[in-house]
């Protein structure tokens, strides 16, 4: 990885989307609108207690954002962060490519020469 790429990349963003059940949760946010950790509960094997800590997470992260309304919170992504996290896995990905592209021509070089 460059230098630049791993200076660009935040750990605490990809921890949080790093599991499933918020990438989960982030999902059905986009999918549906707002929502509050009891509606999204019923939608997902956690409990509300296990969703309201995820959705801390991803508060912490940017990724969601939470407004009062009545006794619970609702939480809607933050498209601009999320679209940060998207640039970075692209750079990651576009690096992890590039190094994977020379290590098939360094095997491949290999292959030849025992060829020979």
């Not at 508060?59 to 809607?76: I, K, N």
């Amino acid at each position: 990885m460059s230098l630049a790429v791993a200076e660009d990349v935040d750990d605490e963003l990809w921890s949080a989307v790093g599991d499933p059940t918020r990438r989960r949760m982030l999902d059905l946010l986009l999918a549906s609108g707002p929502g509050t950790a009891t509606s999204l509960s019923d939608q997902l094997p956690v409990t509300r207690q296990a969703v309201a800590k995820h959705l801390q997470v991803l508060d912490h992260a940017g990724l969601v954002h939470g407004t009062t309304a009545g006794r619970e919170r609702r939480y809607q992504v933050d498209e601009a962060q999320l679209a940060r996290a998207v640039a970075q896995l692209a750079s990651v990905g576009a690096s992890w490519e590039a190094r994977l592209q020379r290590i098939k021509r360094i095997a491949e070089a290999i292959q030849r020469d025992r060829e020979v």
